[in-house]
């Protein structure tokens, strides 16, 4: 059901955020805002900021941001409509009247949600009755004892052809609903509908709110052409946007807390497996996952575990859902794999070892990037040649440009090329002990020359200097907030720790945060008015001046607010990543002088000097030129 905007923020203008929020959190007051500990991450020093003014969260330790209704479906994994609705009753705001076509298709999805339900509890009926010996007898072999029966709502169809429907029809169902449903089909050549499902172990496929929209069928005569059977696509059923085991899944999330993992199986009994395990587990129904069951998935949790056989039609379905996942990784959005041993599956495991090792072996997990590496990796074979090996590489730059976020884009593919050189290091100019004296800053007798300038005792220099004065692209990203400061956003807190990562630019952060605190105006007149009152009419001199080299997109005024913002936003966190980079060069440079760890240093050197070439030639903030 969609909602109008109008609606949605009379909900939000009756109800405070932080009175929500705190009723979860422990918020103390800074400010303007609300700070407390990370409700996402666990952590000791609080991360997690609500601003009432402006109607927002945001979590810097895991990057989640949202409003009233995201914060519900982040912490109880609500969906959309769900959070709406508790938060209206809340609000005491009535819930809109649906237009009378949608009422309709309601009230029908209502109707065929009734027979539904029916359906099921007569398949359960049948699996504790005479002629279902085979059924039972089947579940027994597999492990899955009588008590657990009615947990899944495990059923038996029958092989009459029609029995369901004759049960159905004499509770007043008209043969066309029970078409619609998927229970019965109708014969293309005509003739009267039969039942779907016969001689089948019944498993009910419900949505989040525990709701039977559809069944799968898993066929006792050895002979049948299809092993499973699903429902068809139906009024209330889309097979490509919804999972098996939802919403017993949410509920053990709940119960487990956020260092509980959500595992996605490959079938109906390792789905419930898992969950009699205790571990939140799903399946998609006989394909690959879609984008939407990926949305689905990212909802109730920001790392799902893939786990696949490890046979090659496993390996051949992780590969597919890690081309299609690719284009949609953010930060805090992404997949895990895990694969079970000696040719087994999740039931087999659980029959034969226990809980206890079904959950080891899944929980025994790897990065999306290191999965997506050896598929490559094996795909590429043989690599006896430079070419091939080449080809290789360009391949691994290509997937990395894949990923819509610029940011992990970038991360990525220094992650698999690191990979890459990893395995042919001598395809890369040897680095010697020289190379490393010299990094540490020691000539070719061995005598340490004068220390370079380096990261400050804060370690937020962005980049050894090239000149005198401020690091122009620093100082273009300090400029373009002068010019406007809503830049700032909800970036407030990170540029109070982190400054505009040059060291002469530190009072001039510190300024600007405290102003922002006092709750002062926040104009550009007003600003740099206050800023000058502070002595700093020389820096902002040699700003204006340093900030000329940086030929910055941002500092364009001719271009889109969006825009500016967009490629302001990229800038700075390159700069940021550069600082902590740098903080890490400087402990690898320690590191170097006292056992030799060359691997360590040149990793670091390496992201180092990527990212400060992608400053230089604009590489993912939209082609421009950020340093001449």
Same mark, same amino acid.
């Given at each position: 059901?969609?909602?109008?905007?109008?609606?949605?923020?009379?909900?939000?203008?009756?109800?405070?955020?932080?009175?929500?929020?705190?009723?979860?959190?422990?918020?103390?007051?800074?400010?303007?805002?609300?700070? *407390?500990?990370?409700?996402?991450?666990?952590?000791?020093?609080?991360?997690?900021?609500?601003?009432? /003014?402006?109607?927002?969260?945001?979590?810097?330790?895991?990057?989640?941001?949202?409003?009233?209704?995201?914060?519900?479906?982040?912490?109880?994994?609500?969906?959309?409509?769900?959070?709406?609705?508790?938060?209206?009753?809340?609000?005491?705001?009535?819930?809109?009247?649906?237009?009378?076509?949608?009422?309709?298709?309601?009230?029908?999805?209502?109707?065929?949600?009734?027979?539904?339900?029916?359906?099921?509890?007569?398949?359960?009926?049948?699996?504790?009755?005479?002629?279902?010996?085979?059924?039972?007898?089947?579940?027994?072999?597999?492990?899955?004892?009588?008590?657990?029966?009615?947990?899944?709502?495990?059923?038996?169809?029958?092989?009459?052809?029609?029995?369901?429907?004759?049960?159905?029809?004499?509770?007043?169902?008209?043969?066309?609903?029970?078409?619609?449903?998927?229970? !019965?089909?109708?014969?293309? +050549?005509?003739?009267?509908?039969?039942?779907?499902?016969?001689?089948?172990?019944?498993?009910?496929?419900? /949505?989040?709110?525990?709701?039977?929209?559809?069944?799968?069928?898993?066929?006792? /005569?050895?002979?049948?052409? +299809?092993?499973?059977?699903?429902?068809?696509?139906?009024?209330?059923?889309?097979?490509?946007?919804?999972?098996?085991?939802?919403?017993? +899944?949410?509920?053990?999330?709940?119960?487990?807390?956020?260092?509980?993992?959500?595992?996605?199986?490959?079938?109906?009994?390792? %789905?419930?497996?898992?969950?009699?395990?205790?571990?939140?587990?799903?399946?998609?129904?006989?394909?690959?996952?879609?984008?939407?069951?990926?949305?689905? !998935?990212?909802?109730?949790?920001?790392?799902?575990?893939?786990?696949?056989?490890?046979? *090659?039609?496993?390996?051949?379905?992780?590969?597919?859902?890690?081309?299609?996942?690719?284009?949609?990784?953010?930060?805090?959005?992404?997949?895990?794999?895990?694969?079970?041993?000696?040719?087994?599956?999740?039931?087999?495991?659980?029959?034969?070892?226990?809980?206890?090792?079904?959950?080891?072996?899944?929980?025994?997990?790897?990065?999306?990037?290191?999965?997506?590496?050896?598929?490559?990796?094996?795909?590429?074979?043989?690599?006896?040649?430079?070419?091939?090996?080449?080809?290789?590489? %360009?391949?691994?730059?290509?997937?990395?440009?894949?990923?819509?976020?610029?940011?992990?884009?970038?991360?990525?593919?220094?992650?698999?090329?690191?990979?890459?050189?990893?395995?042919?290091?001598?395809?890369?100019?040897?680095?010697?002990?020289?190379?490393?004296?010299?990094?540490? =800053?020691?000539?070719?007798?061995?005598?340490?020359?004068?220390?370079?300038?380096?990261?400050?005792?804060?370690?937020?220099?962005?980049?050894?200097?090239?000149?005198?004065?401020? @690091?122009?692209?620093?100082?273009?990203?300090?400029?373009?907030?002068?010019?406007?400061?809503?830049?700032?956003?909800?970036?407030?807190?990170?540029?109070?720790?982190?400054?505009?990562?040059?060291?002469?630019? /530190?009072?001039?952060?510190?300024?600007?945060?405290?102003?922002?605190?006092?709750?002062?105006?926040?104009?550009? *007149?007003? !600003?740099?008015?206050?800023?000058?009152?502070?002595?700093?009419?020389?820096?902002?001199?040699?700003?204006?001046?340093?900030?000329?080299?940086?030929?910055?997109?941002?500092?364009?005024?001719?271009?889109?607010?969006?825009?500016?913002?967009?490629?302001?936003?990229?800038?700075? =966190?390159?700069?940021?990543?550069?600082?902590? !980079?740098?903080?890490?060069?400087?402990?690898?440079?320690?590191?170097?002088?006292?056992?030799?760890?060359?691997?360590?240093?040149?990793?670091?050197?390496?992201?180092?000097?990527?990212?400060?070439?992608?400053?230089?030639?604009?590489?993912?903030?939209?082609?421009?030129?950020?340093? @001449?």
């Amino acid at each position: 059901m969609k909602f109008d905007e109008r609606f949605l923020d009379e909900i939000k203008s009756r109800l405070r955020l932080s009175d929500v929020i705190g009723r979860t959190v422990n918020l103390r007051r800074q400010g303007r805002e609300y700070v *407390g500990l990370s409700p996402f991450n666990k952590e000791k020093s609080p991360s997690f900021f609500v601003n009432d /003014d402006k109607g927002f969260f945001h979590d810097f330790s895991s990057g989640k941001h949202g409003d009233l209704i995201t914060f519900l479906q982040e912490t109880e994994r609500l969906s959309f409509p769900e959070a709406v609705e508790r938060l209206a009753a809340e609000a005491g705001v009535p819930m809109p009247a649906p237009d009378p076509r949608a009422a309709e298709q309601e009230k029908e999805r209502a109707s065929l949600g009734d027979w539904l339900e029916q359906a099921a509890r007569w398949f359960e009926a049948q699996l504790r009755r005479p002629g279902a010996e085979a059924a039972r007898a089947y579940l027994h072999k597999r492990g899955l004892p009588e008590d657990q029966w009615s947990r899944f709502r495990i059923g038996y169809a029958p092989g009459g052809r029609t029995a369901l429907k004759d049960f159905l029809v004499s509770k007043g169902a008209l043969p066309k609903e029970l078409i619609e449903t998927g229970v !019965l089909i109708e014969p293309e +050549a005509g003739g009267a509908p039969y039942d779907r499902f016969r001689e089948r172990i019944i498993f009910p496929i419900a /949505d989040l709110r525990g709701r039977v929209v559809s069944f799968g069928g898993r066929a006792l /005569d050895p002979e049948a052409r +299809a092993k499973y059977l699903n429902g068809p696509e139906t009024p209330v059923f889309h097979k490509g946007g919804m999972l098996y085991g939802m919403g017993e +899944a949410r509920r053990l999330l709940h119960l487990g807390g956020d260092d509980t993992a959500l595992v996605v199986v490959e079938g109906y009994m390792d %789905v419930i497996a898992c969950q009699r395990a205790d571990i939140p587990a799903v399946a998609p129904m006989g394909t690959a996952l879609t984008e939407d069951q990926m949305a689905a !998935l990212w909802r109730l949790h920001t790392e799902p575990t893939l786990c696949f056989d490890a046979d *090659g039609a496993g390996q051949r379905a992780a590969a597919r859902v890690i081309e299609r996942a690719l284009p949609l990784l953010k930060p805090g959005r992404s997949f895990n794999f895990a694969m079970i041993t000696g040719g087994k599956d999740p039931d087999d495991v659980l029959r034969e070892q226990g809980a206890g090792a079904l959950k080891a072996q899944l929980a025994a997990t790897e990065p999306f990037v290191d999965r997506l590496f050896k598929i490559e990796l094996e795909a590429a074979q043989p690599l006896e040649t430079p070419e091939r090996r080449t080809a290789l590489k %360009v391949k691994l730059r290509k997937l990395a440009a894949a990923i819509a976020d610029p940011d992990l884009s970038q991360a990525y593919r220094e992650a698999l090329l690191q990979r890459y050189e990893g395995l042919w290091p001598l395809e890369r100019p040897a680095f010697t002990r020289a190379d490393a004296a010299r990094a540490m =800053g020691r000539g070719r007798d061995g005598k340490r020359r004068q220390p370079l300038t380096g990261a400050t005792p804060a370690a937020r220099s962005a980049a050894r200097r090239l000149t005198q004065g401020p @690091h122009p692209l620093a100082a273009a990203v300090a400029q373009a907030v002068i010019a406007d400061p809503s830049l700032l956003g909800d970036r407030i807190e990170l540029i109070d720790s982190q400054g505009f990562c040059d060291p002469e630019l /530190d009072k001039l952060a510190h300024a600007i945060v405290g102003l922002f605190l006092q709750g002062g105006a926040l104009d550009s *007149g007003a !600003l740099e008015s206050h800023l000058r009152s502070l002595g700093h009419g020389e820096l902002l001199r040699e700003i204006t001046e340093a900030a000329r080299k940086a030929h910055a997109p941002f500092l364009d005024a001719a271009a889109a607010q969006d825009t500016r913002a967009a490629s302001w936003s990229e800038a700075y =966190g390159q700069l940021v990543r550069i600082a902590a !980079l740098e903080r890490a060069l400087q402990a690898a440079k320690a590191d170097l002088e006292n056992r030799f760890d060359v691997s360590s240093f040149w990793q670091l050197k390496t992201e180092r000097d990527a990212l400060q070439r992608a400053l230089k030639t604009g590489e993912g903030l939209g082609g421009e030129t950020l340093l @001449h």
